[in-house]
């Protein structure tokens, strides 16, 4: 479908807006058009608290990353004084980016075009051959500090000075999850996949649960629909949709393989017996089961580009059983096969949407999230009425 000129009139997306099992998905230009993209990004991921790492990434004082985000170079680095800070990757003498992109460790920040130096609070330390330049003051010349937040072991950065703090965004979240005990969690693995997709394809398919008998028949759904007593949406009390799927066992592992027990702190909760599964705003997946978490960190790179970050979280105390390894191996099976399976049907939608014979679709009663979150962004980026 060819997008309109003007194409943030609410008119063009009215079957959108309409009830679940009235509406339409979202013109196939949503998923393709460069305008619409920019739009998100200046209206979406510039306002958000956007879903950046997690703090074992940057564990020791001089620990930092760096990458580009919804087109921003930034850097998250611990200081010495262990506080974790954000700042633009870009230098304040002519602009050169300051760290590759990647993770690694420095006790100051060195400019790799004129040898500018900042400490890791930001602080110009040293700027050579400036000391005849007028009027230059270095302690005005420090790196421009981001706003940045943590919760669970989390890091998040927000572009827009005016948004509400991250505890607004998450609003209750938080609570519902405090039984599993995501702080004390541990990154035991972490692993990158570049997707031919554009990002809410990929948040769509992790908030349905229909296409699971057919992407999944021959791995999670052998066993996911046999055992499962319920699947419900929650009510969000914050910037999030949230899902609660009541099973037997852990829904990280394929049936019949052994795993770790259950997180001490769910004895005797509902939670002992199921999955937790928010989707933060705009793209951080999380997924709380009976015995460990994992969480999908999106990036979007382009209309039809976008990074994929799987994080395994398990408690503390196991990563000091002999057998981790060789039990964390079972979970690790289960999230690369249906990772894959998911990336590879994202892939393929996005082929399809790609078409100018790709029209709008109708909704099953088994997606009112996806329905939900393309609602989510159409109040975000389309102009007022
Ligand atoms: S651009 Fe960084 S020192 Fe010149
Ligand atoms: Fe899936």
Request: hydrophobic residues 40%; glycine residues 8%.
């Amino acid at each position: 479908m060819q997008p309109p000129a003007d194409l943030f009139h609410p008119r063009h997306y009215e079957a959108v807006r309409k009830p679940l099992l009235q509406a339409e998905t979202l013109p196939t230009w949503c998923y393709t058009s460069d305008a619409f993209y920019q739009r998100e990004v200046e209206r979406i991921w510039r306002r958000a608290w956007n879903f950046v790492g997690h703090v074992d990434q940057v564990a020791k004082p001089g620990d930092y990353l760096a990458m580009e985000f919804a087109g921003v170079p930034l850097i998250i680095v611990r200081g010495k004084d262990s506080v974790i800070r954000a700042f633009a990757n870009a230098c304040r003498h002519r602009g050169s980016t300051l760290l590759d992109d990647g993770t690694g460790h420095c006790s100051t920040i060195v400019c790799p075009y004129h040898s500018w130096s900042y400490g890791l609070d930001g602080t110009l330390l040293g700027a050579p051959e400036m000391h005849k330049t007028e009027g230059f003051k270095p302690a005005e010349n420090g790196l421009v500090e981001l706003r940045f937040g943590t919760w669970g072991g989390f890091l998040f950065v927000c572009f827009d000075n005016a948004a509400p703090p991250l505890a607004t965004w998450l609003g209750g979240l938080p609570e519902k999850l405090e039984c599993y005990g995501l702080d004390d969690m541990v990154l035991a693995r972490r692993k990158v996949f570049d997707m031919a997709c554009n990002w809410k394809i990929f948040v769509e398919n992790a908030k349905e649960s229909y296409h699971i008998g057919t992407v999944h028949k021959a791995t999670i759904n052998k066993y996911a629909s046999a055992r499962s007593a319920g699947y419900w949406v929650e009510e969000p009390t914050g910037e999030y949709v949230v899902t609660f799927a009541q099973h037997e066992n852990s829904m990280a592992l394929l049936q019949g393989d052994a795993g770790f027990p259950p997180i001490e702190t769910l004895a005797g909760r509902r939670e002992a017996g199921g999955t937790y599964a928010p989707l933060l705003y705009p793209s951080t997946y999380l997924a709380c089961t009976i015995d460990c978490a994992w969480y999908l960190e999106l990036h979007p790179l382009g209309p039809n580009r976008t990074r994929l970050v799987h994080g395994a979280l398990f408690p503390r105390s196991r990563m000091q059983r002999p057998d981790f390894e060789q039990l964390a191996a079972n979970y690790y099976k289960r999230w690369d096969i249906t990772i894959e399976e998911d990336i590879i049907a994202s892939d393929r939608q996005q082929q399809g949407v790609a078409s100018p014979y790709c029209l709008p679709g109708r909704f099953s009663h088994r997606e009112p999230l996806v329905h939900t979150i393309d609602n989510w962004v159409l109040d975000k980026v389309l102009d007022a009425p």
